[in-house]
């Protein structure tokens, strides 16, 4: 049995697949496992099976908007948390009431990974050594 740390494991749901790369590659680099997609369906399906330690939701998709899938995620995973991202910064409360994090896509390239970090309950020294064994 090892002592060293498994990596957390982040599920992205965005319709974008540029944002999807950059979250994994973003993510990857801090030492999370990354799993992605671009179907809020698929989302929650996975989110169903999986082990994660909280979900990236963009709030503009096709099929479910962020609240929806959020809402679903929240019955399913009660205890994962949600980061919503978006580059609309005019989401509406009832949607933020929901997860426990926003981030607006213009602000994630600073502010994303510290919100996973907080919420995953993670210092940068866990960080780190997960990124070195992996």
């Given at each position: 049995?090892?002592?060293?740390?498994?990596?957390?494991?982040?599920?992205?749901?965005?319709?974008?697949?540029?944002?999807?790369g950059?979250?994994?590659?973003?993510?990857?680099?801090?030492?999370?496992?990354?799993?992605?997609?671009?179907?809020?369906?698929?989302?929650?399906?996975?989110?169903?099976?999986?082990?994660?330690?909280?979900?990236?939701?963009?709030?503009?998709?096709?099929?479910?908007?962020?609240?929806?899938?959020?809402?679903?995620?929240?019955?399913l995973?009660?205890?994962?948390?949600?980061?919503?991202?978006?580059?609309?910064?005019?989401?509406?409360e009832?949607?933020?009431?929901?997860?426990?994090?926003?981030?607006?896509?213009?602000?994630?390239?600073?502010?994303?990974?510290?919100?996973?970090?907080?919420?995953?309950?993670?210092?940068?020294?866990?960080?780190?050594?997960?990124?070195?064994?992996?």
């Amino acid at each position: 049995m090892s002592n060293h740390p498994t990596p957390k494991t982040i599920l992205c749901i965005d319709d974008d697949d540029g944002v999807l790369g950059y979250h994994r590659a973003l993510l990857e680099r801090r030492g999370y496992k990354v799993l992605t997609t671009a179907s809020a369906r698929q989302g929650l399906q996975i989110a169903a099976v999986c082990v994660v330690a909280a979900v990236i939701i963009d709030y503009h998709m096709p099929e479910m908007n962020g609240h929806q899938v959020a809402t679903e995620m929240k019955r399913l995973r009660p205890q994962v948390p949600i980061v919503m991202v978006s580059s609309d910064d005019e989401i509406p409360e009832h949607a933020l009431n929901v997860v426990d994090a926003f981030v607006s896509k213009n602000e994630a390239p600073s502010r994303l990974l510290p919100v996973i970090t907080r919420i995953c309950g993670e210092t940068p020294s866990e960080l780190q050594e997960a990124r070195i064994t992996a």
